[in-house]
């Protein structure tokens, strides 16, 4: 087992590096093309954010462990809410400007319902996998003419600062891109590779160690992001990167895994670790609306946001050593 661990913490750690040195190279790469700040902010880094879950289930999937492809999306989702926005809340209470956010809130909490329907027949299939790509699809349509129509917003000026202050030549922006690129997918099948062993040996599924070792892994992009953006005040970066990678876990990563393999999923999916997903994502909507003013998730939503990871965790471990799961 000692390899297995060496195996993921290798892989994560270059997991994260690569996916950083991907999303610079994708979103400065889409500057020299022109491409509007807000649609770089909403597309390119909720794209680059997600490639470690997009890459993990893919490989995951392919070689026949749907667990980890189903966990590490849901799970990521979980801790991007629960534990990134709750410690970067405590750092910085996040008071949320930008009108796209608003926006996207009610459309995060639709798919997640979505997400609850497809699994509820205990299977997803290639169907329900294709109906997820292209809901997918058509919010990136949505999202880019919205770039392009949108004047003024506060995500689209905390984005263009941040391209600004990290601006490079297109060709080291093209480099960056590929070899990101090739780290990821590197770096993705170490660490399925030891994931699925640590799993076997232990005697756990796929889906718990999915859930909690990957799903944390390979959010630590995001908590990084997250951390970095709330301490400059970038508030709206902050909550951004958080729903569009929930988005793009939810509809692309699944769709990936169930388009390459269609899979069965385990019933505590459906009646555990989605209404979990759903619940947090139904209290952010809550929390983030200001009905009086800009909303605001303050130290107190921070810990509790918190304290429901750390709870949720417990349960995960419960489950996996307490039954034998």
């Known amino acids: 087992m000692t390899l297995a661990i060496l195996a993921v913490v290798a892989g994560l750690a270059l997991l994260v590096w690569s996916a950083d040195r991907f999303v610079e190279g994708a979103a400065a790469t889409a500057r020299h093309f022109g491409m509007p700040s807000l649609l770089v902010g909403m597309v390119i880094v909720g794209f680059g954010t997600s490639a470690p879950e997009m890459m993990v289930a893919a490989l995951s999937a392919w070689q026949g462990n749907p667990g980890i492809a189903l966990g ?122 030891g994931a699925v062993a640590i799993a076997r040996d232990l005697g756990v599924s796929d889906l718990i160690i999915g859930l909690t070792i990957v799903a944390l892994g390979t959010s630590l992009p995001e908590l990084a992001s997250a951390v970095a953006a709330v301490r400059k005040g970038e508030h709206d970066i902050a909550l951004g990167n958080v729903l569009g990678s929930n988005l793009f876990n939810t509809l692309a990563v699944v769709g990936i895994a169930g388009a390459i393999q269609p899979m069965a999923t385990a019933p505590e999916v459906l009646f555990r670790d989605i209404p979990v997903m759903a619940l947090l994502t139904v209290s952010l909507f809550g929390i983030c609306y200001g009905f009086r003013g800009p909303g605001r998730i303050n130290r107190f939503w921070g810990a509790a946001l918190l304290a429901a990871y750390i709870g949720y965790t417990g349960l995960l471990l419960m489950s996996a050593f307490g039954r034998g799961t």
């Open 72 to 193: 590490n999306a849901y799970g990521s989702n979980i801790a991007n809410i629960a534990l990134i926005l709750g410690v970067a809340a405590l750092i910085n209470p996040i008071v949320v400007h930008s009108q796209v956010l608003r926006k996207e809130l009610p459309i995060l909490t639709a798919v997640t319902c979505l997400a609850a329907l497809q699994l509820w027949d205990g299977e997803l299939s290639r169907v329900d996998a294709w109906v997820l790509l292209a809901v997918f699809g058509g919010l990136m349509t949505w999202s880019s003419w919205q770039g392009l129509r949108q004047r003024a917003d506060a995500l689209g000026v905390e984005v263009a600062q941040e391209l600004a202050a990290h601006a490079m030549p297109i060709g080291r922006a093209l480099g960056w891109l590929g070899f990101g690129l090739v780290m990821l997918i590197v770096s993705s099948r170490l660490l399925v590779w």
